[in-house]
């Protein structure tokens, strides 16, 4: 397995992908603390995982790998270790991106051995979560990223199927998406980091299948709407 781990604002740090456990350490010094796990059957441990702070202080764990049924699910712990929600998403190598609404913004994914799908879904951040269909991107992707920009919005850049460099940004208000100009290398696997002045940083990754990793950068900037080399 390939562990995710995320900081809660507690100081309490979640560790999810070890065989389906959910390891929790909690700090007592600046230089130690303790360990404690609880085994869920998470069915998202994987290469696929990616994992979120709510707004609410939860830890979330999406993604997997895929390899029991190609079952992806949605989950949500509490620093106490109760299970919240799960949803069977069917897919693989989805983004997702929490909103400033609470919401969480699942794009994208594939099934292994399928095609990228362009769907879209918004969960909801109420007592009884709920999954719901939103409007799809104009680009079928997986493997891609989405990044929550200052504005709100999503940005969405990358991915295995687009044969070419590809982004597009998603409105919450509107929930509509538009294609964002881009000079770039086509990339998958890639990393996508916001920085302090609102831009964002494009790294790594590379095209499909390619046995050399991308060496090059490039920058999103929100005032010109863009994506071009640094």
């Known amino acids: ?13 979640v560790l999810g992908g070890d065989g389906g456990a959910v390891r929790f350490f ?8 303790t360990f404690s796990s609880q085994s869920v ?5 994987g290469a696929g995982r990616l994992s979120l702070v709510l707004p609410t202080g939860h830890a979330l764990f999406v993604g997997g790998d895929g390899t029991a049924s190609t079952v992806s699910e949605v989950r949500d ?5 109760g299970s ?6 069917g897919v693989v190598d989805f983004s997702a991106t929490v909103l400033a609404s609470g919401e969480i913004l699942v794009a994208g994914g594939a099934k292994p051995a399928s095609s990228a799908s362009s ?5 909801s951040n109420g007592a009884s979560p709920a999954l719901a269909a939103t409007t799809p991107m104009k680009t079928a992707r997986a493997r891609h990223t989405g990044t929550q920009l200052r504005s709100g919005k999503v940005l969405v850049v990358g991915g295995v199927m687009p044969q070419q460099p590809s982004a597009e940004v998603f409105d919450p208000v509107s929930q509509g998406w538009t ?3 881009i000079q770039d290398v086509p990339r998958d696997g890639h990393t996508a980091t916001l ?24 920058v999103y900037d929100p005032k010109t709407e863009s994506v071009a080399p640094l």
């Open 119 to 123: 769907n879209a879904f918004l969960v």
């Open 26 to 33: 909690t700090p007592t010094t600046p230089t130690s603390g």
């Open 41 to 45: 059957g998470l069915q998202t441990h």
């Open 1 to 13: 397995d390939q562990p995710s781990l995320v900081v809660l604002p507690s100081g309490v740090a």
């Open 77 to 81: 712990f509490t620093p106490k270790w």
């Open 84 to 89: 919240e929600f799960a949803f069977d998403l």
């Open 195 to 218: 920085l302090r002045d609102g831009r964002v940083l494009l790294a790594g990754g590379g095209p499909t299948n390619s046995p050399t990793p991308e060496g090059s950068i490039a």
């Open 179 to 181: 294609d964002v100009p």
